[in-house]
């Protein structure tokens, strides 16, 4: 059975991201009634805007999803052409849809593929200009005030030991005011001798020893290893020092995020074992500014779905495990312990007695042995304490302390000339953050069509930006346009 941890959408391992804003519904123009708390769902579906202007150029920020550097976050999400994940015909490109000072504007975007980036060729029979998603990150690696673009590109077949595979090679692309360029070609990370010439996998960003300046981690491809390359990164792509140590065999990388103004925050850093469905364990390295990540790691609890954030409002970070709703197939394996089935824990950050939490239940008929999703940090009341938003299978509940409130989105009856089951047609959640810097969250939604949507949350194609968990949007659009490309010497404005 394929797990969902496996999987990673664009807006959830890569970034998230906004006062009422010139949305898209029909035209591109208007915004679109959207069903919340059990409301009526909307009746148009979000389509993309017919415009598509140049982003204007920022004096950089300290924000590693700033990509102009003008001060607004901006959402990075994933544009395909070609059909499911594994189709031979399959495209997918990183879409940039800009933030601007009436928030996020998504007739201001820019689309960007492999030779926008200028990524080398990839291994044989990949798609020529396919940038993946789940191998996409971004982070300002050398302190200039604008976010690099790093992107895992398989290379040639090596062996090391007994593994032969495509070496797993991470790019920087660099960026500037005008995001980042191909001009001078994309700079190979360099890595430690410790790392086996076989590369690196599940590159995450963080800044693990609070210093400011943003970090990246990486699994060894053969799994024997997790790298820490810490920043500021010279531009021939060398850190500014290494760290090595130990890993799980079978594992994914989860990192705190990276605090968007700036202010100096030690990032602690998951490794995630990866199971077949199963619900699978947990070790937290803890981060101090100075010291760094803790070299023993604290065994948490299991569970497939993860978020950081300060859920007790004490002003430390926090961490949440819990269950998914995914399960092993095998004879014999379709349940969980009663300590992990239908729950979450919050492991607080000052280190008192873990608070556990009961899920949404799932509805009549509903449930699939792939679960309803994974959870997002969000303060959509900007009281300073994050909630917990939890995908399900009607959309997605954010708990918040003893409070529970529905947040609902749904995709159309029909989509591609086929009508759409209504067990498909939920949204599910992608992240949140605060774009128009009015101290709260709005909250990030998404739909695609298919079973690859429907089972692991792959290929979305449509986008609600929430006025918190109310039923209104501050902005809504479809990415089905992006992939139209004009002629251009660098990336292209997609319209």
Known sequence: MRSRTAVSAVAVGICVLLTPLTGCGRGGTGHQPSASNGGTPAAEEPSA?????????????????????????????????????????????????????????????????????????????AVRDAVEADKFVTADLDGDGFPDFVTTVAGERVTAGKITAARSVAYVTWGGPHGPTKRSGATPVRLPQSVSKLGVESVVRGDFDGDGHHDLAALGLDRSSVVLLYGPFTRSGAPARTDTRLAEEYSRLVADEIDPSGKPRATPLLIHAVGDGEQSGNTLYTARRGTGLSQNGKQLRRGNAHTFGDFDGDGQRDVVIGDDGSRNNEPGFETEAPEVDGSLTVYPGKGGAPVTHRLPKAPKGAATGYGPGGFVAADPDGDGRDGILVATYEGGTLIDGDERTRVRRDGPARANGRKTPAKWRHARPAGAADFNSDGKDELIMNWGSGTTFGLYGDVPTHWWITDGTTSRDKASFATTGFAARTPSSGASPAG
């Open 49 to 125: 805007p017919a415009e598509s202007r140049s982003p204007s150029p920022g004096k950089g920020s300290k924000d590693p999803d700033d990509i102009n550097g003008d001060g607004y976050r901006d959402l990075m999400v994933p544009v395909s052409t070609g059909g499911d994940r594994g189709a031979r015909s399959r495209d997918e490109r990183v879409g940039v849809v800009y933030g601007s000072a009436k928030g996020l504007s998504p007739s201001t975007r820019t689309v960007y593929g492999a030779r926008d980036l200028g990524l080398p060729r990839p291994a044989e029979n």
